[in-house]
């Protein structure tokens, strides 16, 4: 009877253990969100290079700041606070992102006002209103990916 037992054991373990060795933890570019009073905003996926096993996924977009200019105007306060997330690409499953670097500017211009966030990335939008484009990086093991946002700060 204790062998029977130990052998069942075994089977089950085998099987588990099978079982997560065939997992795909491979996953594709995350979309980047932006919290603030309005609610969640997607912003636009801009310079992407990104390589998996499953995926590889390359654009590039000449002119950044123009790109990001063109898009729907997201309307904030001076001295707003926002928040940025990354959420996993559901196409691919998965948000196994190993240590993500990421950082986020504002461009007007010639003018670049670099954003410190904390971390949980909140962060507080200028107090100078006027037309910004918010450019945002993620760097993880698998490439980075670049997102914008059209920031009208009132």
């Not at 570019?29 to 309005?38: C, Q, S």
């Not at 950044?64 to 928040?83: H, M, P, R, T, Y």
């Not at 196994?96 to 990421?102: E, F, R, S, V």
């Not at 670049?112 to 939008?125: E, G, H, L, S, T």
């Amino acid at each position: 009877m204790k062998l029977y037992l130990k052998l069942l054991i075994g089977l089950l373990f085998t099987s588990a253990l099978t079982g997560c060795i065939g997992e795909d933890y491979d996953v594709g570019v995350p979309t980047a969100h932006l919290y603030n009073d309005t609610g969640d905003i997607q912003l636009t996926e801009a310079n992407i290079s990104w390589e998996t096993e499953s995926e590889n996924v390359y654009e590039t977009i000449e002119d950044v700041q123009e790109f990001g200019l063109s898009q729907d105007e997201i309307k904030v306060s001076a001295n707003q606070d926002g928040a940025l997330d990354f959420k996993e690409n559901e196409k691919n499953g998965g948000d196994i992102w190993t240590d993500p670097k990421i950082t986020a500017v504002l461009l007007n211009g010639e003018e670049q006002i670099d954003i410190k966030m904390d971390d949980a990335r909140v962060f507080r939008f200028p107090s100078d209103k006027g037309n910004y484009v918010l450019v945002v990086e993620f760097k993880s093991n698998a490439g980075s990916a670049q997102y914008v946002g059209n920031i009208l700060i009132q």
